[in-house]
């Protein structure tokens, strides 16, 4: 059993950055794939940006070359920078963990944080 607490969001405006983190209680990270997905009110879960158990990071399209995802195996928490926030990046962030191989699908991920809200101004 993995329990995970997202924390770092906030209002920042557009070209601003935020960092979250995503801390894990129970078992180590390191034996999960951890991603990142939001939610923006009337759409869809979308994945954002994973790291694997064995360090491989991937992003989607939307936030490539704006935000890194790192991992701190001694704090058992994983981060996600973003850096270049633009209003669309608006959403409730979560973060989870599951070790299935379609690691941009978020029916992939066994445990998950209640999120924190990220908030881009224009």
């Known amino acids: 059993q993995v329990q995970l607490v997202e924390s770092g969001g906030g209002l920042v405006q557009a070209g601003g950055s935020l960092r979250l983190s995503c801390v894990a209680s129970?078992?180590?990270?390191?034996?999960?794939?951890v991603g990142w997905f939001r939610q923006a009110p009337g759409k869809e879960r979308e994945f954002v940006a994973v790291?694997?158990?064995?360090?491989?990071?991937t992003w989607s399209d939307s936030v490539k070359g704006r935000f890194i995802i790192s991992r701190d195996s001694a704090r058992n928490t994983v981060y996600l920078q973003m850096n270049s926030l633009k209003p669309e990046d608006t959403a409730v962030y979560s973060c989870?963990?599951?070790?299935?191989?379609?690691?941009?699908?978020?029916?992939?991920?066994?445990?998950w944080g209640q999120g924190t809200q990220v908030t881009v101004s224009s």
């Open positions: 129970g078992r180590t990270f390191s034996s999960y794939n």
């Open positions: 989870a963990a599951g070790g299935g191989y379609a690691i941009r699908s978020p029916n992939e991920y066994n445990y």
């Open positions: 790291i694997t158990r064995s360090g491989v990071s």
